[in-house]
């Protein structure tokens, strides 16, 4: 399978690196093609902005995702996104390795997701979850933090890691139609010994020899809303 790593990291000789550079060996030996776009040796630029379009749909107001339908379809796009679609869409599993920042990845990933998923491209219009355009690709967030397993789960002092990563889980990833695999998290990472870190490091790569037989998560199908996307199969509450 064709892997595509977006990685997001200043320090290439961080723990998350090493969780990168073992995905590109393991995933490598095991006869798959990996691409890795590595965001801060890229310099990536992050902000969305009308430099991003060489054409304007609107040249007197500036819709982003407007802007970026018409470009799209003009061949109009900048050529950093072009690349990072193209790698995108070629790829089968699309893995993000990233360290948590204030609950949330960093703010270089960030502005990928806002530029390479384009609208008019990877979703638009009533293509979205199990009908967006990446539907048939995976997407898997191994991330690394500061905190412990316990206080980032179900009844911990800051929650469950699926529910605090729920933008990206659901409204990025699975958004775009991608089968989203549970996370792999490296807790508590720059506190423990080097020991613990070569076993979380162990972990990974059970995890990733076994990924063909992990479940995703269980995300919205659009056949189960109408086409006001109210749910079929109850009466709607009006908010609050
Ligand atoms: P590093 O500090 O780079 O690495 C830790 C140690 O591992 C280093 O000594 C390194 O030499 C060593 N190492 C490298 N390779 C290996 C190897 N192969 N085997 C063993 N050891 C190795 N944390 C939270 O929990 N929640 C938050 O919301 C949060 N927000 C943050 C916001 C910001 C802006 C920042 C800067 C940090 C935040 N953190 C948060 C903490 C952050 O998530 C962690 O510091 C980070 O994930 C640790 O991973 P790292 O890769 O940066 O580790």
């Not at 990291?9 to 073992?22: N, V």
């Not at 979205?128 to 690394?144: C, I």
């Not at 996370?183 to 508590?188: A, D, I, N, Q």
Request: glycine share 8%; proline share 6%; with cysteine.
């Amino acid at each position: 399978m064709k892997v595509l790593i977006v990685h997001a990291h200043p320090e290439p000789q961080s723990f998350t690196a090493a969780l990168k550079d073992a995905a590109i060996a393991d995933l490598t030996a095991a006869g798959h093609e990996v691409v890795v776009s590595d965001l801060y040796a890229m310099q990536w630029n992050p902000v969305a902005s009308a430099a991003d379009f060489g054409s304007r749909g609107n040249p007197e107001y500036m819709n982003y995702a407007l802007e970026q339908r018409a470009n799209a379809e003009a061949g109009t796009l900048a050529a950093d996104i072009e690349a990072e679609l193209a790698k995108v869409m070629a790829a089968d599993l699309i893995i993000f390795t990233f360290p948590l920042y204030w609950f949330s990845v960093p703010a270089i990933l960030k502005g990928w997701f806002d530029r390479v998923l384009v609208s008019g491209r990877v979703y638009g219009g009533r293509r979205f979850y199990d009908q967006g355009s990446l539907a048939g690709k995976r997407g898997w967030l191994v991330l690394t933090c500061g905190g412990r397993d316990y206080m980032l789960s179900e009844g911990g002092i800051h929650g469950d890691m699926t529910q605090i990563l729920k933008p990206v889980l659901q409204g990025t990833l699975a958004y775009t139609g991608l089968s989203v695999l549970p996370p792999f998290t490296g807790y508590h990472i720059p506190y423990l010994s080097p020991e613990k870190r070569a076993e979380i490091l162990a972990d990974f790569r059970a995890r990733l020899a076994a990924l063909d037989s992990v479940e995703p998560l269980t995300m919205p199908v659009l056949a189960s809303y109408d086409r006001e996307m109210k749910p079929l199969d109850r009466e709607m509450k009006p908010l609050a």
